[in-house]
């Protein structure tokens, strides 16, 4: 017999059943239909089912579902709202998706390293995707994506900042 957890998906409460030894992953893909988190390996070595728990990376294959009750899922599919974010709009200015199965991943530490620093580096962008795999793209692309998108999060708290003025 399962047990209910409740916890919120992308800014929606949920309360669903789970089995003691399920997946976040295979809560998220089969019992809420949000299949943009890709399954690759399983045994957290690729990234591509990087998710954010109360606004930290964490890889879903590996989290109990019974550990999220009471916290808060950022899924890919809760990155944007109603058009493209700047690092996914980023993404696909630089040809940064090819196959796109890592691209979710990518996208998320992205958003955190963003979150966290507004200008980083090109070694912080490498340190902060370190862990997520990619066999299209060579991650050149991918890292030049990141630095777009961190200039057009600038460029936009600017233009917000002399709206307010």
């Known amino acids: ?23 976040l992953i295979n809560v998220i893909r089969g019992k809420l ?4 988190t890709k399954y690759g390996c399983g045994i957290g070595e690729c990234g591509s089912c990087t998710v954010l728990i109360d606004g930290e990376p964490a890889l879903s294959c590996l989290t109990l579902a019974i550990e999220v009750d009471g916290r808060e899922i950022v899924t890919i599919e809760g990155i944007a709202e109603n058009e493209l974010n700047h690092i996914q709009e980023a993404f696909l200015d630089q040809g940064a998706v090819q196959c796109g199965f890592c691209t979710p991943g990518m996208i998320i530490m992205a958003k955190y390293l963003l979150n966290k620093k507004r200008n980083p580096t090109e070694k912080e ?22 630095k777009e998108a961190a200039e057009k999060m600038q460029n936009s708290n600017v233009k917000a900042i002399s709206k307010e003025l």
């Open 33 to 36: 239909g949000l299949t943009g």
């Open 1 to 23: 017999m399962g047990e209910i957890i409740e916890f919120t998906v992308n800014g929606l409460k949920r309360r669903i059943e789970v089995e003691p030894n399920e997946l």
């Open 125 to 146: 962008i490498k340190e902060h995707i370190k862990g997520n795999l990619c066999r299209c793209t060579g991650y050149i692309n991918i890292i030049k994506a990141i």
